[in-house]
Nanobody
Framework: QLQLVESGGGLVQPGGSLRLSCAASGFPVDYYAIGWFRQAPGKERTGVSCISGRTNYVDSVKGRFTISRDNAKNTVYLQMNSLKPEDTALYYC?????????WGQGTQVTVSS
């Protein structure tokens, strides 16, 4: 059964760091593109970063966020440094298999002093 489970969110002060995890089951993370998305209250869900054969980032997080994966643990990570209040959102990981998009339940990131 295909499943994505996010974890690692929390409350952090501006300038702080968090590492999000996306534990996958039912498929190998090194074979498919895995994306991180986020959705702030009242806003649409938008892409943050993606990893496949290479990595990609939205401009607003370049230089601050790093996506990586551990094939042995079948897990994708999002290391978030220099966090800003505008990074506050519910973060989701995503994979698309056979034209079907799969999502985890999300993990909340709140950046506030």
């Amino acid at each position: 059964q295909l499943q994505l489970v996010e974890s690692g969110g929390g409350l952090v002060q501006p300038g702080g760091s968090l590492r999000l995890s996306c534990a996958a089951s039912g498929f190998p993370v090194d074979y498919y593109a895995i994306g991180w998305f986020r959705q702030a209250p009242g806003k649409e869900r938008t892409g943050v970063s993606c990893i496949s054969g290479r990595t990609n980032y939205v401009d607003s997080v370049k230089g601050r966020f790093t996506i990586s994966r551990d094939n042995a643990k079948n897990t994708v990570y999002l290391q978030m440094n220099s966090l800003k209040p505008e990074d506050t959102a519910l973060y989701y990981c995503n994979v698309q298999l056979d034209a079907i998009a799969y999502w985890g339940q999300g993990t909340q990131v709140t950046v506030s002093s």
